[in-house]
T-cell receptor, first 114, second 111 residues
Framework: DGGITQSPKYLFRKEGQNVTLSCEQNLNHDAMYWYRQDPGQGLRLIYYSQIVNDFQKGDIAEGYSVSREKKESFPLTVTSAQKNPTAFYLC?????????????FGPGTRLTVL | DAKTTQPTSMDCAEGRAANLPCNHSTISGNEYVYWYRQIHSQGPQYIIHGLKNNETNEMASLIITEDRKSSTLILPHATLRDTAVYYCIRGKKSSGDKLTFGTGTRLAVRP
């Protein structure tokens, strides 16, 4: 089955530690996205990548970093510089480079920083 | 700034049609209306989108008014599994635009 996988579903880290969230897709999509969602809020765009080896900052990129070395993979690192990292993180992909293309989402990773 | 408005919450009875409204303070001629939904603790799911004509697919129907400032998502026979937050989003099909997810409408389907 084609789709997007995110692992793990729940992640706990101590304050001050960097943590990397995994996102893999086998849909052969060019574009991939990372969003953050806080309780009762909508999604906010962190980073996006429209093609391999290229990515752009979204609305709330500070304290996060990404890489896009392979088409299938778009890992997100939450660094210790992110002041309030506890949140639900969602990865998505779409066919082309237009960000309003239909986006397909993974199941999300809920990060809790203690 | 253009603003999209949706009711905070709605409910409907199982088996009945759910009609979810969305209003835009302004909308450009080349801006589409997209609908996504998010079941609790899952990733959002695309439902449907349209420009000015009404649209229908296997999940829902989308009715867009002539001035395009209002749209209604219709789930013809709501089931308990349709309980979710529904997002109405404006967006152009251009590389410079993006999907902006607001807080949406929380739909509760009652047995």
């Amino acid at each position: 089955d084609g789709g997007i996988t995110q692992s793990p579903k729940y992640l706990f880290r101590k304050e001050g530690q960097n943590v990397t969230l995994s996102c893999e897709q086998n849909l052969n999509h060019d574009a991939m996205y990372w969003y953050r969602q806080d309780p009762g809020q909508g999604l906010r765009l962190i980073y996006y990548s429209q093609i391999v080896n290229d990515f752009q900052k979204g609305d709330i990129a500070e304290g996060y970093s990404v890489s896009r070395e392979k088409k299938e993979s778009f890992p997100l690192t939450v660094t210790s510089a992110q002041k309030n990292p506890t949140a639900f993180y969602l990865c998505a992909s779409s066919v082309g480079g237009v960000r309003t293309d239909t986006q397909y989402f993974g199941p999300g990773t809920r990060l809790t920083v203690l | 700034d253009a603003k999209t408005t949706q009711p905070t919450s709605m409910d409907c009875a199982e088996g009945r049609a759910a009609n979810l409204p969305c209003n835009h303070s302004t909308i450009s001629g080349n801006e589409y209306v997209y609908w996504y939904r998010q079941i609790h603790s899952q990733g959002p799911q695309y439902i449907i989108h349209g420009l000015k004509n009404n649209e229908t697919n296997e999940m829902a129907s989308l009715i867009i008014t002539e001035d395009r400032k209002s749209s209604t998502l219709i789930l013809p026979h709501a089931t308990l599994r349709d309980t979710a937050v529904y997002y109405c989003i404006r967006g152009k099909k251009s590389s410079g635009d993006k999907l902006t997810f607001g807080t949406g409408t929380r739909l509760a389907v009652r047995p």
